[in-house]
């Protein structure tokens, strides 16, 4: 076949000889999957496997890690006529990267400053993100929040998280 | 006791004030989640689940699932009005309900639509009732090597009737049945992949999951949803159909009535898959086929019959054999496990309050349904003005908040976001998330039932060939496969990927 060029995910391969290889989602996928069967196999090695008459506790991942292979390595088989991997557009990241970071942030602190405080700025950061005027953005975090503490706590009975300041 | 008997005991636990509240409340809240683009039944379900925990058994199911049908009415009304699709399974509707409503028709196409959905929804519940108790009898002589087979038909049906590939759904299905491993081995006692977190020595909750994929994931996907200004909202007295409209629906509204209670007794999406199947359906039989993408009655009465009796059908398995066959059954199940009420064949003996009452409060709940839907539909319409901007902070806030109640653990809600952002990646490669949660969800019994069987046989693998119940089932799962092999292998596209065609050039 001779010498694969240079190819990164973004552009298909080229074989010296002019063949074009193009890297599919299926390829990525069950790559994938074969990567997972294999370290699942891997950190699976003090689970004891036991009898077929009395299977142990590492059977059936490791059972499944088997039959997680065998698929990725179909994938990659049939994979000639998926979709190329670089034809995904990837713009919206720039929209769920903040959105995931800001929710992480509100997580990390929920326990220490409660939930007033914690998911209030984040309402309040989320809609600044989709370019809201920061009062309008303001009054709608902390409006929000304290509603819903008042509909859980009092009305639905399900206390929420309060903080090192009490509420 | 006689089906009459038991059904007015279920009538009589179904009127009771309080439960004619949380059905109430069920249909309000899923018509609202029908009527939001990017929120589907899962996620209000998932939710809301932590809400019920103070209630008990019977109230927290009827709730859940007023929340599961109501989504399906709720879905149409912004599919008629906006072209917009609430849900998956209104795609269809959108195509000739929005065509009705260009032509001044969309108070008929909405009525259509509501009666479609009472009536299909109403004969679903009357088979369930006839169905459901003998299924649960005959499920009585399942054991172990029984479950396994059904199990493992029952994935092969999702892969084969799911529109994604049968390689790619398998292998989101083993994903979540290998999520489901984590955790303590309730055999021997092993800690399998906790990593020295105590928190998922019980494993990892369906909740987060499903919040994170379904919930979080869709939004993490959505940078924007373009500002609803103005919604057409017909008048009460626009909402009558003309007889020739009644006659052309009706049926429509039967064929896909019975089509789609068949469809939603098999694994998947059965919601999603009735709604195009009877599209195609009707568009086959019709004698008027080019009226079909132009405002076609039966366009819209077939789909939307359809998607309510799947959405009834679904729950035959769910309740007759403890079998999920999708992830809000699946959610569901698991909402009754909570509670201390497994379902399965002996839930009607056992518990038979919970479930005359849950079948009884779904005649009621499709009343309800058809009273909210006409007189205010302008109202939930309404709800879409919101800003996106706005929105979506309520519905992440809803997220974290209802995942942390399950068990007031941080670690669940860093599991969600972890699930939101792979929910993300999965969307951008073509992976359907939802065999991943049926998977989830079904892993300990599958397990349980594989292990148990291999116990009971002395390490024998012919027990699931020898047994006449086992055998049958795996039969008919080595037949799908065997089909869907063949496609793949003459590259032929069959009958989904037609069926995906067809509705995409309407």
């Known amino acids: 076949m001779g010498e694969v060029g240079p190819c990164h995910f973004a552009s298909p391969c080229r074989y010296s000889n002019g063949q074009i290889v193009t890297l599919r989602t299926d390829h990525v996928i069950g790559g994938v999957a074969i990567a997972l069967g294999i370290l699942i196999i891997a950190i699976s090695g003090e689970l004891p496997v036991g009898s077929l008459s009395f299977p142990g506790a590492g059977l059936w991942p490791k059972l499944l890690a088997v039959l997680m292979i065998v698929l990725g390595l179909t994938l990659i088989a049939g994979a000639r006529e998926g979709d190329a991997f670089a034809a995904i557009r990837w713009d919206d990241v720039t929209h769920a990267l903040p959105v995931l970071a800001l929710a992480a942030a509100a997580v990390a602190f929920y326990e220490t400053l409660g939930f007033i405080i914690s998911i209030g700025v984040m309402v309040f950061c989320l809609a600044l993100l989709q370019k809201k005027p920061v009062l309008h953005a303001a009054v709608f975090g902390a409006g929000t929040s304290l509603a819903t503490y008042v509909l859980f706590t009092m009305l639905l009975r399900s206390p929420l998280e309060r903080g090192l300041f009490g509420f | ?506």
Not at chain 2, 445 to 473: C, D, H, K, Y
């Open chain 2, 1 to 506: 006791m006689s089906t009459f008997d038991s059904l007015m005991l279920g009538f009589e636990v179904a009127f009771q004030p309080a439960i004619l509240w949380y059905a109430f409340l069920g249909c309000v809240v899923g018509t609202l989640v029908g009527v939001l683009p990017g929120i589907g039944p899962l996620a209000g379900i998932s939710i809301l689940l932590p809400v019920t925990y103070g209630l008990d058994a019977t109230k927290a199911v009827i709730m859940l699932a007023g929340i599961y049908y109501g989504s399906q009415y709720g879905g149409s009304t912004t599919a008629i009005l906006l072209r917009i699709p609430g849900e998956a399974s209104s795609v269809m509707t959108c195509i000739d309900g929005y065509a009705m409503a260009q032509r001044g028709r969309a108070g008929a196409a909405l009525c259509i639509s509501a009666v479609g959905s009472f009536i299909a929804g109403t004969f679903g519940v009357l088979v369930l009732t006839l169905i459901a108790p003998p299924l649960a009898a005959f499920a009585l002589r399942f054991g172990p090597p029984e479950y396994t087979a059904l199990l493992v038909l029952g994935l092969v049906m999702l892969a084969y009737l799911s529109s994604t590939a049968l390689t790619r759904t398998l292998l989101m299905a083993l994903t979540g049945l290998m999520l489901g491993t984590i955790g303590i081995d309730t055999m021997t006692g092993h800690f399998r992949y906790s990593f020295g977190i105590a928190e998922l020595g019980d494993g990892i909750g369906i909740v987060p999951v499903a919040v994170g994929l379904f919930g979080l994931g869709e939004i993490l996907s959505t940078p924007a949803i373009a500002a609803i200004t103005s919604a057409i909202a017909p008048k009460l007295r626009d909402l009558l159909p003309s007889r020739t409209e009644w006659r052309e629906a009706a049926m429509p509204i039967a064929r896909g009535s019975v089509l789609g209670f068949l469809v939603g007794l098999a694994p998947g999406s059965a919601h999603i898959i009735s709604s195009f199947l009877s599209y195609a359906i009707e568009k086959r039989i019709s004698k008027h086929p080019e009226q079909f993408g132009h405002g076609a009655v039966a366009g819209v009465a077939g789909p939307e019959s359809a998607n309510n009796a799947a959405s009834t059908g679904a729950f035959v398995p769910m309740l007759a054999l403890g079998l999920p066959t999708g992830p809000v059954t699946a959610v569901l199940m698991a909402a009754l496990l909570i509670h201390g009420v497994p379902p399965g064949p002996t839930l009607v003996n056992d518990h038979p309050k919970v479930f005359w009452g849950f079948v009884a409060s779904m005649y009621v709940g499709n009343l309800m349904l058809l009273a909210l839907n006409l007189p205010l539909v302008g109202l939930f319409v309404n709800v879409l003005r919101i800003p996106y901007a706005y929105l979506y902070g309520l519905v992440i806030m809803f997220c974290i908040v209802g995942v942390y109640a399950v068990n007031n653990s941080v670690v669940d809600v860093w599991i969600m976001l972890a699930m939101g952002g792979l929910g993300y990646l999965m969307r951008k490669v073509g992976l359907d998330p939802a065999p991943l949660v049926l998977g989830l969800v079904i892993s300990p019994i599958f397990e349980m039932s594989l292990r148990q069987s291999l116990i009971m046989s002395n390490g024998n693998w012919t027990i699931f060939f020898t047994r006449p119940i086992a055998l049958v089932l795996i039969l008919i799962a080595a037949l799908l496969l065997g089909l869907a092999l063949m496609s793949i292998l003459r590259h032929r596209r069959d009958w989904r990927a037609k069926l995906a065609e067809s509705a995409g050039e309407s």
